[in-house]
């Protein structure tokens, strides 16, 4: 068997990553009119942390120690957690293609983080993706258009924040067990649904699948709850594995395979189909995050 390099092992990680995360993302915006999102995120994350402790003893003892830099690894936390908060809101009123597309902007703001924060020179081919991706981000969204405008920039917003994840993933985070950011990972889940289920006023929420509360379990809402934890726990060990062992930039390219993902999801379980022009916006920001990325 020919061995694989770190960069193929990263690539084939976050494709699979992707591909559970797009599952997920789909089975919660249909299930979250019976379940809030707050208490799905609990559920979830509640499931997944007995088994990552169990990879902990069994695979990867090397985790077990306090994060060297716990302070970066709980940012990293929160970012993500609101990453997906603003995702989640926009679901129910955007079409799942638009949204992540939307949400895929994310390699234009890693492109400029990165030159920041890392002081890595932006090609004029570079700065042609962020003009080309922000084309693209106004055919989805169309300002004052139509009430849909505001719901389908959620997404933008936790491409901003997802990319500082990574970016922190990539740099102070860095020498981090994957197993270990996955769990402080799925503890901030269940901290954040668990008191903004139980301690959030009434009427106080972001969208109407946030409103806090618990609903009645049903077996088949339990089965739900398995195949989420399954997928967030083999996107958040592979997104931390993947942007650990390869350049951000060759991760972020095959990391867009979750709007091909997002898009088969949409079509398959709500029978989505984009109109021509968020169709272009998608096309715009996907070429753009590719030019963005290309080294």
Not at 239 to 266: E, I, N
Not at 269 to 295: K, Y
Request: glycine fraction near 6%; proline fraction near 5%.
């Amino acid at each position: 068997m020919i061995p694989l390099s770190d960069t193929t092992k990263a690539v084939l990680v976050i494709i699979c990553a992707v591909a559970a995360l797009a599952m997920g993302d789909a089975l919660i915006r249909q299930s979250s009119a019976s379940v809030s999102v707050w208490q799905m995120f609990a559920l979830r994350s509640g499931l997944a942390i007995p088994v990552i402790l169990a990879i902990m003893a069994l695979f990867a003892r090397g985790a077990f120690h306090r994060p060297r830099r716990p302070g970066w690894t709980v940012l990293r936390s929160v970012l993500m957690v609101l990453m997906w908060v603003f995702y989640y809101a926009a679901l129910p009123h955007v079409p799942l293609s638009v949204a992540a597309a939307g949400y895929y902007t994310s390699p234009l703001f890693i492109t400029l983080l990165a030159a920041l924060v890392t002081r890595t020179r932006i090609t004029s081919l570079q700065w042609a993706a962020v003009g080309v991706g922000f084309v693209g981000v106004l055919l989805i969204i169309r300002p004052g258009s139509s009430d849909i405008s505001i719901y389908a920039a959620l997404p933008i917003a936790s491409a901003i924040l997802y990319a500082i994840a990574m970016i922190l993933t990539a740099t102070r985070c860095r020498d981090e067990h994957p197993v270990m950011l996955a769990l402080a990972l799925n503890i901030a889940f269940v901290v954040a649904g668990t008191v903004a289920m139980l301690a959030a006023p009434a009427g106080a929420y972001l969208a109407p699948n946030f409103a806090p509360g618990w609903s009645t379990m049903t077996p088949e809402t339990w089965r739900v709850m398995g195949i989420l934890a399954v997928a967030i726990l083999i996107g958040s060990l592979g997104a931390a594995y993947a942007y650990q062992k390869a350049p951000a930039a060759v991760v972020g390219t095959f990391d867009f395979s979750y709007v091909g993902f997002s898009a088969l999801w949409g079509w398959l379980i709500f029978l989505e189909r984009p109109d021509a022009l968020s169709s272009a916006g998608i096309a715009l920001i996907v070429l753009a995050g590719l030019m963005a990325l290309r080294r």
